[in-house]
């Protein structure tokens, strides 16, 4: 069995996929740093991540396939599937193989495992920008913590740089423990080192600004409003609304 090992990064993965070709052998199992070799590994390869490489890569796959269909196997790689990047090699190497077209064959056990998995993604990715819920903090950052089920987070920090981009504000996933912070220019990656207890699902009263709690107020009288109680539907709220979302929503207290 051969085996290739690579960082475990998209750049790493389309440098495998290079690596393969130049070999002319593909692998059987794919694993990250550190991680035990499988039974029967006859050999493992150890993959460089090069940047020139992973872009050959993906200037063959512009040439094969529409920028939609680019974006399902960025997508898939978003949904963190164990095995999902052994799944996105063998979908690439069709395409390479036999042509774009290969994507719409939803007969083929593999392509429609590569198209679900990004479907997933794209629903976790609308689900962020339905259900983030912004907490003003003292200093007039807008914080907001997450815990998606997929790492749809970097997929959607266009749409908030877009959607907020007069204020500062900070989107932190919580299962990965890393988020986006946005000064008003640019955002950025991440990573918070919690020594004050302020990462939590939402920002102790003493972080807040002195309006937020007024403004949190108002945004649940209104909510309540709005509400018929003769048509609360609990069974469509929970499909509609994850429940994981719920301990975010200011309205949902």
């Known amino acids: 069995?051969?085996?290739?090992?690579?960082d475990k990064s998209f750049d790493g993965l389309l440098s495998a996929l290079f690596d393969a070709y130049s070999m002319r052998a593909f692998p059987e199992a794919l694993i990250g740093p550190g991680e035990p070799e499988p039974l029967f590994t006859e050999r493992?390869?150890?993959?460089?991540?090069?940047?020139?490489?992973?872009?050959?890569?993906?200037?063959?796959?512009e040439r094969r396939l529409t920028a939609r269909t680019r974006s399902m196997f960025v997508y898939a790689w978003h949904g963190e599937q164990p095995q999902g990047d052994l799944l996105m090699?063998?979908?690439?190497?069709?395409?390479f193989d036999e042509g774009g077209g290969v994507v719409a064959d939803q007969a083929d056990p593999d392509m429609k495992s590569l198209f679900q998995l990004a479907l997933k993604v794209s629903h976790e990715r609308e689900r962020l920008k339905q259900f983030v819920r912004f907490q003003k903090a003292a200093d007039g950052t807008y914080f907001a913590a997450v815990t998606p089920e997929h790492d749809a987070l970097p997929l959607a920090v266009d749409y908030f740089t877009d959607r907020f981009a007069d204020q500062r504000w900070l989107i932190y996933d919580r299962r990965r423990d890393c988020g986006y912070y946005y000064d008003g220019h640019t955002a950025r990656c991440v990573t918070l080192e919690d020594d004050r207890g302020m990462i939590a699902d939402k920002l102790a009263d003493e972080w807040l600004a002195e309006d937020e709690r007024q403004f949190q107020l108002l945004w649940k009288n209104y909510f309540r409003a709005l509400a018929i109680p003769q048509r609360i539907n609990e069974r469509q709220q929970r499909r509609m609304m994850p429940r994981r979302y719920w301990k975010h929503l200011?309205?949902?207290e």
């Open 44 to 61: 493992v390869h150890d993959v460089a991540t090069d940047e020139a490489h992973a872009g050959r890569v993906w200037r063959g796959l």
């Open 250 to 252: 200011t309205e949902m």
């Open 1 to 6: 069995m051969l085996v290739f090992r690579y």
């Open 89 to 95: 090699l063998r979908c690439l190497r069709r395409v």
